[in-house]
T-cell receptor
Framework: DGGITQSPKYLFRKEGQNVTLSCEQN?????MYWYRQDPGQGLRLIYY???????QKGDIAEGYSVSREKKESFPLTVTSAQKNPTAFYLC?????????????FGPGTRLTVL | SQELEQSPQSLIVQEGKNLTINCTSS?????LYWYKQKYGEGLIFLMM?????EEKSHEKITAKLDEKKQQSSLHITASQPSHAGIYLC???????????FGKGITLSVRP
């Protein structure tokens, strides 16, 4: 079945540690996205990528880094510079161009900083 | 200021009742996407609207986009507990395939 997978489902981290969240898709989509969701805040865009080896900052990129070495994979690293990393992180993918940009979402990773 | 406003913020209805929620954009919409989310899970796509005046239905859910393409409503007929969740709208403002999301509306359906 085609879809997006995120791992792990739950992640705990000590303050000062970097942590990497995985996102993989087998939909052959060119574009991939990372969002952060906090209660009452909706989804906020962290980073997005439309092509391999290229990515752009979203609205809240500070304290995060990404890579796009393969079309299928778009890992997100939450660095120790992120002041308030506890949140629910969602990865999405979509085709680009054309008139329809429906984004398909993964199941999410809940990160808790202890 | 918020580019995309959803109202009401939350809603509690009795099972069997109809309800309407709204999504209002400060900019013209090139596309409006409705998603549903169960708490702690990913977003599930419901419907996409593009043309002014467009209306789409799926099972008991109907979504409309106004003629000016700046507001969308989502109507649920004869609500059921399975309709409970968070409803988010995502707007395509023509910005390079990016979507802007509203804060979401939490719907509870009392049996």
């Amino acid at each position: 079945d085609g879809g997006i997978t995120q791992s792990p489902k739950y992640l705990f981290r000590k303050e000062g540690q970097n942590v990497t969240l995985s996102c993989e898709q087998n939909l052959n989509h060119d574009a991939m996205y990372w969002y952060r969701q906090d209660p009452g805040q909706g989804l906020r865009l962290i980073y997005y990528s439309q092509i391999v080896n290229d990515f752009q900052k979203g609205d809240i990129a500070e304290g995060y880094s990404v890579s796009r070495e393969k079309k299928e994979s778009f890992p997100l690293t939450v660095t120790s510079a992120q002041k308030n990393p506890t949140a629910f992180y969602l990865c999405a993918s979509s085709t680009i161009g054309g008139s329809i940009n429906e984004q398909f979402f993964g199941p999410g990773t809940r990160l808790t900083v202890l | 200021s918020q580019e995309l406003e959803q109202s009401p913020q939350s809603l509690i209805v009795q099972e069997g009742k109809n309800l309407t929620i709204n999504c209002t954009s400060s900019k013209t919409l090139y596309g409006l996407y409705w998603y549903k989310q169960k708490y702690g899970e990913g977003l599930i796509f419901l419907m996409m609207l593009q043309k002014g005046g467009e209306e789409k239905s799926h099972e008991k859910i109907t979504a409309k986009l106004d003629e000016k393409k700046q507001q969308s409503s989502l109507h649920i007929t004869a609500s059921q507990p399975s309709h409970a969740g968070i409803y988010l709208c995502g707007a395509d403002h023509g910005a390079n395939s990016k979507l802007t999301f509203g804060k979401g509306i939490t719907l509870s359906v009392r049996p």
